[in-house]
Structure formats: structure tokens, C-alpha cells
């Protein structure tokens, strides 16, 4: 799955702005739709407003959870006891009480599938310690992922002055929660699920598109009434000849999110309508495969001359559909290339154009490490330049 630089790049530049097909009206405060598979924005609105994630907050409390398991710090059979403040949270719950000692794995389907505010407190006070040393973690790892906008105040996302984050940092999370644990993302395509000796009650995974939209596998939705009615929705969709690693054969994968609405039904409705237009009116192209040179670059300095530039993985663009019979793409070097370079450190941009206007930039990383020449190869490169 993609993470590069692209991803968060406006769509286009001016000069297509015409060519760009226009989003449908979203009832939404804010709102964001990625293709996750182009690492590319199709539509947005107001997506660094600053406003209160609700439940979404229980993707970083995931996230976190996610990785002591993959650390094997955690695992899913081991138990949690169930504390005073677990039991007593309010709002939505699994129902879990302190007679209980509840497996990893039946907390995170409290968490994920009933958005249980308890089940979340235990896995938080299980993983970090205590709430506190929790949030601490959670604020830290907003720090690693980029998140600039995003402040927690608790793991659940119960409404708490400076608890807020915004639509571009819920894509960020959401992005980077799916690629780095694509084990656990099964966990977030569940329908119903509740715990034995606790009430048949709140078993629906609150997620409407689910039993609507059989591509849609996740992820997340959120309610406050500070917040109104949110959702974080992705779907995958085949799409014959892409072959996009870390998915499935030809599988696209879109990102939804929409903030604010009016009820869940909306949330659904809207987040059903944004996914619906980015698979009809944008159409993805693979430019070239993981690991492909696009161009072959010269390094001044280095113990080699030259150095592939290309991708970590494909380089694919989402375009308006029926205009890839005119895409271009030109290649920007960076000039001169100086030793020592980093795998992956990015030495060139593939510019992509539409009809002979840029569409969008993608850098493009050095396929292997160069480090530096001896003495005498440095110094003879330098008198090459000086005399260039």
C-alpha cells in the first residue's frame, strides 16, 4: 500500500483545473476522499479545520494497540482485567465488568465493532499502563505519523477541551493503520459481535455501509454532539490489468471521510456517495512497477557514476476518466547529484501531464545506496564541476 510524499498534494495544478471532475455536494462540515492505491486526494473540504474526532480517536488507540502485538508486547489470547474506569465509562460499551478478564482479541472487537468505550479503556490501561501513559503514547505517535493538527486527550474520544484533530490527519492515520498492520484490518469488516454473559444489546458494527456496499471492509465511525455523525469508510474495488502491490489482483482501494453530518444515516449516505464518484469519475494508471528505474540519474562524488531513481512501489495516477490517452510524463533531475546517497532518498520528480499541462509531481527515490568516492574521485569530480 502506498505512503509516498504525493499523498497529501493538492488534486491538480490550476492550469487542469478544468479538466478535473467536480465532487458531488456532501452534507458534511468537513470531508476528504483518498485513493489510497494512487496516494492521491480526489476531493476535499475544509480538511485542516480543526475539529473533535469523537470514536475515529479509537483508530490511534488501535493503531497503538496494533503494535504491541505486532512487538509481541501483547498478545491476543492474553487476558485484561476490567477496571472501576473501564466499566464505568460512559457512552457506547461492550458491557464488560470488573469480575471479567477479558482476552486481548474480544477487546478489540469491543473497540472496533461496538466502538466500546470500555473495551478501549481496559486495552488502553492494558497496553500503556495507566490512561495517562496511554494518551501520552498516542500524542507521541501522532508526532511519527505526521499528524501536525492532532492533540488526544483520552483513547476513547469522549468530548475534552484540546481533544481534536482534522480530516488530513484522519487520512493519515487511517492510511498508515491499514499499511502497517494489514493482519488486523479483518477486525474492521465484522458486522456483529458481542461478548459472552454480557447484553445482546449494541452488537451492530455501527458502520451502515457494510450490509450496503459489499467492496466496503472498514473502517470507523464517530459520534458526539459536539462532533455530529462521522465515519472513516474504505472500500476496494477490482480493477482489471492494475496489479497494485499490497492489494489484491487489479484491487483499488478508496478512503472516505466525512465529518460532521446530521445523523448515521447521513454519515452512510454521503460516505456511499463519495466512494461511488471516485471509482466513476477517476480512472488509476500504473506509470511503472516497484522497483522500475524510471531514469537513470548521474552522481558526482559517489564509488558509483550513476544511480536508478524510480519507486519503493508502483507508480500509479488517478486520472479523470477517459483522459489517459493524453498523459505524458517528463522526468525533473536534481542537478548535480552529489554522493552520498540514501536508498530511497529522492534524487528526481516524474512530472505527469494531461493534454500538456502538469497535472501532478511524484518524487522518485534512488534504488540503491551510493556513498562516496575516495579521495582522489572526489577531488577530480569537483574540478569536472568547477569546470562545468
Known sequence: ????SFLFCALCCASVAAQTPQPPEVAARAYLLLDVTAGQILAAKDIDTPVEPASLTKLMSAYLVFDALKSKKISLTQTFAVSERAWKMPGSRMFIDPKMQVPVEDLIKGMVVQSGNDATMALAEGVGGDAAHFVQMMN???????????????PEGLTEAGHTTTARDLA??????????????????????????TPAANDNNRNLLLQRDPTVDGLKTGYTEAAGY?????AKRDYPGLGVPGSAPGGRRLLSIVLGTANENARANESQKLLNWGYTAFEPVKLFD???AVVTAKVWKG???????????????ALPAGSAAKLTTEVVRTEPLLAPIAKGQTVAVLRVLVGGA????????A????????VMGRAWDALRLWIR
Open 230 to 234: 462521522c465515519m472513516v469508510a474504505t
Open 303 to 317: 564509488a558509483s557514476s550513476t544511480v536508478g531513481a524510480g519507486g519503493a512501489q508502483s507508480l500509479v495516477i
Open 290 to 292: 516497484a522497483g522500475q
Open 172 to 197: 493519515t492515520l487511517a492510511t498508515r493503520l491499514m499499511a502497517d498492520f494489514p493482519q488486523y484490518m479483518g477486525y474492521y469488516a465484522i458486522k456483529k459481535y458481542r461478548y459472552p454473559g
Open 367 to 374: 534504488l540503491e545506496a551510493v556513498e562516496q568516492a575516495g
Open 140 to 154: 507521541d505517535q501522532a508526532i511519527r505519523l505526521g499528524m501536525k493538527s492532532t492533540g488526544y486527550k483520552n
Open 358 to 365: 502538469v497535472y501532478a509531481e511524484l518524487p522518485l527515490g
Open 1 to 4: 500500500m502506498k505512503f509516498i
